[in-house]
């Protein structure tokens, strides 16, 4: 089975600058999450997506990121114009379960460097 | 949102079994308990979950008490390659939360 699909792995930008993130679940998975972590932190949810529709994006800072899932597959994370701050590993994952059991499938990351 | 307590940093030695509790704040009735494990470069990957009692795998016992307050992961005689960051997931719903992790590091 293939695993969740993130591109591209490594991405260096300059500040004020626009990147996007692209990920691919694994087939089937009705829900999708976006992570930022940042080095030496744990992962921090930007995003959670049930299908098409958005959970949860209470932690998204939505003057700068955007995110979305059309035809409720695959999703693309957006910045811009990003921050040096947002310099981080973007994870997607996804999951199979609608019953909060918290198994999450998650892919190898897209690393953002903001100089 | 839901919180989770673990300490940030252990040693052992290879071949120990390792021991790593988290305090699981708020936790709900229908909330499950799970450990992630994950090594630099590389996304979170799941190792274990729970409701209650005790759970075995291959890879890991999770022992969670009656009053689902706290778990405890062990991981028996560990070695080299179980040297990562292991978090245990608290949740809101269906929202899953990661805290600052445990950093594991085996010595030969």
């Known amino acids: 089975e293939a695993g969740v699909a993130q591109s591209p792995r490594y991405k260096i930008i300059e500040k004020r600058q626009s990147v996007a993130f692209w990920c691919n679940p694994i087939s089937g998975h009705a829900t999708l999450y976006w992570y930022q972590q940042i080095l030496g932190q744990g992962p921090k949810l930007l995003i959670q997506f049930q299908n098409n529709g958005v959970v949860d994006d209470s932690q998204l800072p939505k003057d700068r990121f955007s995110a979305e899932r059309l035809k409720g597959v695959d999703s693309t994370l957006k910045i811009q114009p990003a921050k040096l701050e947002d310099s981080a590993v973007y994870l997607c994952?996804?999951?199979?379960?609608?019953?909060?059991?918290?198994?999450?499938?998650f892919g190898e990351g897209s690393r953002l460097t903001v100089l | 949102l839901a919180k989770t307590t673990q300490p940030i940093s252990m040693d052992s030695y290879e071949g120990q079994e390792v021991n790593i509790t988290c305090s699981h704040n708020?936790?709900?009735?229908?909330?499950?308990i799970t450990w992630y494990q994950q090594f630099p470069s590389q996304g979170p990957r799941f190792i274990i979950q729970?409701?209650?009692t005790k759970v075995t795998n291959e890879v890991a016992s999770l022992f969670i008490p009656a009053d689902r307050k706290s778990s405890t992961l062990s991981l028996p005689r560990v070695s080299l390659s179980d040297t990562a960051v292991y978090y245990c997931l608290g949740n809101t719903g269906n929202q899953f939360y990661f805290g600052t992790g445990t950093s594991l590091t085996v010595i030969p």
């Open positions: 729970g409701y209650k």
């Open positions: 994952a996804s999951s199979p379960d609608r019953s909060n059991t918290g198994e999450l499938f």
């Open positions: 708020n936790i709900a009735t229908n909330d499950y």
